[in-house]
């Protein structure tokens, strides 16, 4: 351990702290702007390129960058001094000389990183003269990219690099046209980006958001010829409140749904029913393709890959495309939503399904991207017409003056808002996958499964592999969370260095409840975790727990959809990625 003082305090801490960090840990804040770090997921951004940490230390003739140094034996630290403090204002002084100006209607206003520290240093004056890029905004249709604001923190790029092994953003340039962009300033959609959203979740400035559609939302809301239900992901439930100053991981469900109704929706849904219906396809699915592998039938496709996060088709697509088959060819949850509402529901209202509006509120900003696919278009209307993050429905809550914590209790309509526990998990890493595997279980066996726990499938590895067995057939599955981890699996698996029979891919770290649209952790990955373990929380407390037990799905299929991977399940509830 190493004893050092910062600010006349005594601190000790672990040889190869950063003087940063052993401040922070001490209750000592020292403002940073391109530093973050997240242990539990590996990533870790500390290029020193802001300097707005700088501090200054006994014996040395000049400020250092306090992220980057570590702390030495007897150092003597000092974070406030007026040296220090007129240092760290020209810095950021200088920063925003070539920051646009336009914080009014800014991606980020409220939330951005860099105008908390202008707020903070009480700047009114801009002193130096600096050259504005002039980029125009970029939009695709998850992810607008307004890069004349980047400062050059590289989080994104440590983001896209590192963690999800993308490579889509670089530095490129020099002095003030310096910038993160893309190869040949091309449109994310042109490039291999796979629409994740990481680098949004740790951008601190308006370089980087989601592209709204709360205004097209509003619209359609005041439209009398328009129908508009909406669909609620398992994830949002968990983070919502945060953006209403409630802990991480507390279910909001009740309250979440009479907000919605307030809103004006024709119907509030779940998500949830949709993917107790995906399990009852992709555990059909791959129950066939497990005994059709057993017979020693060719060309079976295993592993089964999930395919619930589009993030993760698309980079299936781009980098592995020899893989694309191993998909399931289940719809995700969202889009099942989708095909049932315009199909079954609209039906029963006897609504014309191109006067029904299809909303969801995912966690992620790659479900807009799959929400626009055209394999999930049928006679030119799509199953989804768009999706809205958290961080949108936050702030179009609070636009309309709705406070959620002062709703009363509601519940979801019927039968599309019927779920149990095991749809609930699918919003966290590993959750599909437990789901599947409870179905599977008892539909292979023909027995009930006495516990319901695939806790080796839990937790925040970044790879989980189990083996289960059932009825003498011993199922080897895996679980990975992140982009780059997920590569590091397909590389065995090509190599044939590992088999598995079925594989959970999410593309976030921790699964949905860190999705690129969920509200901003600002590198506290505990946050993260905690939303997971609110969804667990849930799955205990449901009155049913495995999907095939969902009284409203099983009606479905008695009443309207037939057989899983039946005729007309599979037209409606199926798909073929053709990218
Ligand atoms: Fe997810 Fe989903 S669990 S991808 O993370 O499968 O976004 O929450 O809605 O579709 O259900 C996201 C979350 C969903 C879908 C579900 C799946
Ligand atoms: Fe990289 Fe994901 Fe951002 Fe695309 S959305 S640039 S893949 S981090």
New binding site residues.
Partial sequence: MIRLKIDGKLVVAPEGTTILNAALKAGIYIPHLCYMEMKDIGYKNDCASCRICVVQVKGMNRLIPSCSTPIKEGMEVVTNSSEVMHKRRVVLELMLSDHPKDCLICGKNGNCELQKLAISFGIREMRFAGKEGKHDKQHSVS?TRDITKCIMCRR?ET??GEI?T?G??TGVDRGFDVIVNTAFNKN?LETN????????AVCPVGALYETDNTFRLVEDLMNPKKKVIVQVAPAVRVAIGELFGIAPGVDMTKKLTTALKRLGFDGVFDTNFAADVTIMEEATELKERILANLKGEKDIKLPLFTSCCP?WVRFVELNYPEFKDNLSSTKSPQQIFGAIAKEFWAKEKEIDKKDLVCVSIMPC?AKKYEASRGEFTRDGVADVDYSITTRELGRLLKQYNINLLEMPDGEFDLPLGESTGAADIFGRTGGVLEAAVRTLYEWISHGKLENLDFVPLRGFEEVRTSEIEVEGIKLRVAVAHGLGAARKLLEEIKAGREYFDAVEVMACKGGCVGG?GQPYHRGDFDIVKKRAEGLQEIDYHKEFRESHENPCVIDLYETYLGKPNGELAHRLLHTHYIN
């Fill in positions: 992810i994104c983001m896209c999800q993308c889509i953003l994310l980006c796979t629409m994740c959203g990481q680098c949004v993030a900003t690129g």
